[in-house]
């Protein structure tokens, strides 16, 4: 109990707290003081504000000589992009995961392309013509600078982008041999989590193949059937008396409990594959390694994903993260613990003063001071655990909307990682790209509202030529296009991404002002997980103020395409209805306008009747009906057999089959043989199973039978629920259908012009509506 007494933070913390929250709300009404000053400035010399922007105007309209088009036809014109696209298009063929060589040509022809088009947009494109138009047309330069700043601070951090992988395989000798086999505590925190998935977590940790470690549920709400399940399971449990802190004083008080040399610790949902431990630990015969992260994986699919019908095609929403933002970060020493799926060293935990208890990103502030103290806290880019995904689009944005909110309150709390003592400028510079992160969907929003500048306000925020669109912005867009998703290790499209940055835009622009005026004025609130729901449920609350700008912006849309048609096509002149920007203004609202419907889409849950999940697996599998009794033949001095090779007289007989999907309440197999009429199988059939791979005994009935094409001379399709199973079997299939090393794989995002088909048919016919398995549950890949 020393460490608790020395270590561990107290309530005190927030006091700690004070002077940076005194300093925020400074800054904060500082900034409110001069934006009104601004105002009151505007009001009260219109006239002279008015000069000065029409002297901006004159230069705006006389740009240096470098900066003009080319006088050439639109061929030549086109030839700079063309260059350029084959150019970044050769490099990803030749290297089709980013190496170090391509990656700095990647980076290099992108960087070039960016500070071209912003001296462009800054010299040549803004419109000052008046007060009105010329604060929209700042206003919209500012939020591309923003925007693009934060591109180029990823551009730069994905120059250093580390891989373990192989450093893993060699580590891991010493572990597997049993040369490097430190104790380790294996924590399970748990909040209100049911039972069922409570479970599946234990018997995984339990399953890792590793000797000398001790599993630990700590049970934050102290409930009878947990500690039975524990007792149960043969899994240590500990409780306390109170609540404080959240799961960070959870696992500090567990600390104080435990002796581990090292501590893993898995989300109540995440069950790890069995080689977790002999992959992670190796590293810390490093003595400064103080944290290994690795991914986090999911074995249903994201509510986005499943509310499109496109489960197993879009990659889940978390994997931009693991995939590119995580392996840039290790490579500047500022990677992120995800709070869940890691292991940590105790004694450098201990010595950074436990979990931190001042922020709702506990995770998130605990690997920075970790790192602060000369800790390195690394990345093991290799999927060795999955967990649930929020399971309906409310819980999705509760998620997000604690993270976002506990990772702002990095600004008034001692473990900002851009103040903390010891952390390089490499280190703050990757921090900093993600706290910037957050405050996108403000200027996201301004985006969406621009277009509708260009109808109700008669105001053309952009001046440019069909031309100099050509010339400077094309390139720019379409390279940024090609080498996306292969920066991000196909991990996402650009327009996949642009509708996932969309969907919670107006709750987490909320949510980042709030958390920037009163940071701890919420506290941590649990993702539901276990649920289920049997009808279609449309968001209303996330959901109204998408639906109040898709009436906008088809009313905008509707307005500036008929200016355009009026007006004509092709005018080059400076004030005409193309070179202003109305044709830009009716294709930027046709944009929005898809992209906000897709959004509504997902807005609109699904169906999910059946909380277990089911596996696409295959396994050979023998099926016995349990009315299986061999009659007596005592006048044959052998055994008789009938036309089919089993035992003449007897009333059942033995089928074999492949396992098309399986799961913890049953499973979908198809036989390997015809059922005859004299050794019939019907629904509602007792049976015994066998899975024969790992020799798992099952008891269950059948609840279906199907023939494909209806056709009784083709091998019969069944389901089969599984009875109580004995506690051995099940965590035997506990085992394999999550457990096994390697099964959690990546596949690729679609592409950007598969992207644009199917969000297509999304909006033209959603899957949604389309007959589903009688499962009712999407198969997941394992």
């Not at 500070?115 to 494109?125: A, D, N, P």
């Not at 893993?168 to 748990?190: C, M, N, R």
């Not at 590119?324 to 201990?350: H, K, N, W, Y």
């Not at 539901?528 to 996330?542: A, I, M, V, Y």
């Amino acid at each position: 109990m020393a460490f608790l007494s020395k270590s561990v933070p107290r309530p005190t913390d927030q006091a700690k707290a004070r002077p940076s929250l005194r300093w925020a709300t400074l800054i904060m009404a500082a900034t409110v003081g001069l934006s009104a000053a601004i105002v009151l400035a505007w009001f009260a010399g219109e006239e002279r504000i008015t000069k000065i922007f029409a002297q901006l105007q004159v230069l705006q309209g006389q740009p240096p000589m470098w900066l003009e088009v080319p006088m050439v036809t639109a061929q030549y014109l086109v030839a700079p992009t063309v260059v350029l696209l084959l150019l970044a298009y050769a490099v990803t063929r030749i290297s089709p995961r980013p190496r170090p060589w391509s990656r700095c040509v990647v980076i290099g022809i992108l960087l070039t392309l960016v500070v071209r088009y912003l001296v462009w947009r800054c010299l040549s494109t803004l419109n000052l013509a008046s007060p009105l138009e010329g604060t929209l047309s700042l206003g919209l330069l500012g939020m591309e600078l923003f925007g693009l700043t934060t591109s180029i601070i990823q551009l730069l951090l994905l120059l250093r982008v580390r891989d373990r992988r192989p450093q893993a395989d060699q580590l891991e000798q010493a572990v597997v041999s049993g040369h490097y086999q430190p104790w380790i505590d294996v924590f399970i925190p748990t909040y209100d989590e049911p039972a069922f998935i409570l479970r599946r977590t234990i018997i995984g940790c339990q399953a890792m193949d590793y000797p000398r470690k001790t599993v630990y549920l700590l049970d934050d709400t102290r409930r009878p059937e947990i500690k039975a399940l524990a007792s149960e399971l043969g899994c240590r449990y500990i409780t306390r008396p109170s609540n404080d802190h959240a799961k960070a004083g959870n696992l500090n008080h567990a600390i104080g409990q435990t002796q581990g040399e090292l501590i893993a610790s898995f989300d109540a949902d995440f069950v790890p594959t069995r080689n977790f431990l002999c992959r992670t630990v190796g590293f810390f015969q490093q003595a400064k390694v103080g944290l290994v992260q690795t991914p986090q994986s999911f074995y249903n699919a994201d509510p986005i994903a499943r509310n499109l019908g496109l489960e197993g095609v879009l990659t889940p929403e978390e994997e931009v993260f693991y995939r590119q933002i995580q392996p840039m970060r290790d490579g500047v020493g500022s990677v992120v613990c995800s709070g869940t799926s890691f292991v940590v060293r105790r004694s450098a935990l201990e010595a950074s003063g436990g979990f931190v208890t001042e922020s709702l990103s506990e995770d998130y502030f605990t690997s920075v001071r970790l790192a602060a103290q000369g800790n390195d806290v690394i990345y093991l880019d290799e999927k060795l655990s999955a967990g649930l995904a929020a399971e309906d689009i409310a819980a999705h944005a509760t998620q997000r909307l604690r993270w976002a909110r506990g990772t702002l309150q990095a600004f008034f709390i001692d473990s900002n990682p851009l103040t903390i003592p010891g952390l390089t400028p490499m280190q703050r510079l990757g921090h900093l790209e993600g706290l910037l992160h957050w405050f996108s969907s403000i200027p996201r929003i301004g985006f969406l509202l621009m277009p509708l500048a260009y109808s109700f306000l008669n105001v053309i925020p952009i001046q440019a030529t069909a031309r100099e669109l050509l010339y400077y912005f094309v390139p720019y867009y379409l390279v940024q296009l090609t080498v996306f998703a292969w920066l991000n290790e196909r991990s996402r499209s650009a327009l996949l991404s642009d509708i996932y940055s969309l969907v919670l835009v107006f709750p987490l622009a909320a949510t980042v002002i709030q958390a920037m005026i009163n940071p701890f004025s919420r506290g941590f609130k649990v993702t539901p997980k276990g649920t289920s729901s049997q009808r279609f449920q449309f968001n209303w609350k996330l959901g109204w103020p998408l639906v109040l700008l898709f009436g906008l912006t088809a009313i905008s849309l509707w307005r500036n395409l008929g200016l355009c048609l009026m007006a004509g096509w092709g005018s080059d002149a400076a004030y005409g209805i193309t070179s202003r920007g109305l044709a830009l203004g009716w294709v930027w609202s046709a944009y929005n306008l898809a992209m906000i419907a897709v959004a509504l889409l997902i807005l609109l849950d699904v169906p999910r009747p059946d909380a277990h999940l089911w596996f696409d697996l295959r396994r050979v599998i023998k099926l016995t009906p349990r009315t299986f009794a061999p009659k007596a033949n005592h006048s044959s001095p052998k055994s008789v057999c009938d036309s089919e090779g089993f035992p003449a007289g007897s009333t059942a007989k033995t089928w074999w089959g492949i396992t098309t999907a399986m799961s913890e309440v049953g499973v979908e197999l198809s036989l390997t043989q015809q059922v005859s009429l004299a050794h019939p199988l019907s629904v509602g059939m007792a049976v015994d199973l066998e899975i024969a791979e790992e020799a798992i005994a099952l008891e269950g009935i059948i609840t279906a039978i199907s023939y494909k094409n209806n056709d009784r001379d083709e091998f019969p399709h069944l389901r089969v629920q599984f009875g109580p199973l004995a506690p051995a079997s099940y965590r035997d299939l506990v085992t394999t259908l999550f457990c096994r090393p390697g099964q959690w794989k990546r596949w690729n995002s679609p592409g950007e012009l598969r992207s644009i088909w199917l969000l297509v048919r999304v909006l033209v016919w959603p899957r949604r509506f389309s007959h589903r398995s009688p499962r009712a549950v999407p198969v997941v890949k394992g």
